[in-house]
């Protein structure tokens, strides 16, 4: 075989190797927008982060210069362009209290016009009183395929007419981003048939819980004084605050802090309240 040919048959290779891993890169990159609650009081403007990634095979980076909408009823309410990170922030002021289903979206003058997420906005007033829920105490396993006994009808009574709920979760990488984790978490509490409340995902760290209790009471969320989870860590960041603690189910002997209610079930919960 002459040089020319096969100088030839190694270009041809050359371009079908690179024409190969450009199609493979192509087609395993994927953009993702995600958004998560958010939490504000009537007449309070609330400000709705939004978040537009994209995923290659080894990367996964913010998309800037991109327009984003918020959506409420279906009419756009607020714009903005996403940062260096990937982040866009909008703000919406509701006038009334309640739960604002709303939509984030990619701007029509985007090449990826029509990407969409949603969330809930929830609007309370601050006066009224709260309570966190730990969501792993909601859930009979691990892996949250079933709900703990009574969990949701009791939860149900509890914030008919009284409680408003903040539903806490602790960040895990592996199952995917904050965000993510708040989306499942509000379909898995709507299909369970849990009421609405608002969704917190924290970061693993001990004080994690504490810190955020700080932040809500600085900001005038001065009434959640009450707390029922599953872990030590959860309840110690009550009591350390001189704030009410349960825990549900029952824990192993000496994991319950010492001035921690306990509830074997949730039927029991009403009565430690």
């Known amino acids: 075989m002459s040089a020319l040919f ?3 048959g190694f270009f041809t290779a050359l371009f079908f190797l690179t024409a190969t ?7 395993k990159t994927s953009t993702s927008l995600t958004v998560h ?4 009081f009537p007449n309070q403007p609330a400000s709705i982060e939004a978040t537009l990634t994209r995923k290659g095979l080894l990367t996964e980076a913010g998309l800037g210069g991109e327009p984003i909408e918020l959506l409420v009823a279906g009419n756009v309410v607020a714009t903005a362009m996403t940062g260096g990170d990937g982040r866009a922030f909008l703000s919406y002021t509701p006038k009334a209290k309640g739960v604002i289903l709303f939509a984030v979206r990619i701007g029509t003058t985007s090449s990826m016009a029509g990407v969409e997420a949603g969330a809930n906005l929830i609007v309370w007033e601050r006066r009224s009183p709260m309570m966190a829920v730990e969501v792993a105490a909601l ?3 691990a892996e949250g395929r079933h709900p703990m006994p009574d969990a949701a009808a009791e939860l149900g009574k509890l914030t008919q007419f009284y409680y408003n709920v903040l539903y806490v979760m602790t960040e895990n990488k592996a199952v995917g981003t904050n965000d ?5 978490a509000r379909q898995w509490l709507k299909d369970q048939k849990f009421p609405v409340g608002h969704i917190i995902v924290l970061s693993s760290g001990p004080e994690a819980w504490g810190t955020k209790l700080d932040e809500l009471h600085a900001a005038g969320w001065k009434t959640l004084k009450i707390g029922v989870g599953r872990t030590k860590a959860f309840a110690e960041a009550f009591l350390q ?5 349960v825990m549900v189910p029952e824990p192993a002997k000496g994991e319950a802090p010492r001035k921690a209610k306990v509830a074997k079930e949730w039927k029991e919960v009403r009565k430690k309240l």
């Open 241 to 245: 605050r001189r704030l009410d603690a």
């Open 139 to 141: 859930m009979e396993d």
């Open 21 to 27: 891993t450009t199609l493979f890169a192509a087609e």
């Open 180 to 184: 993510q984790m708040n989306a499942q």
């Open 37 to 40: 609650d958010s939490l504000t």
């Open 6 to 8: 096969r100088r030839a």
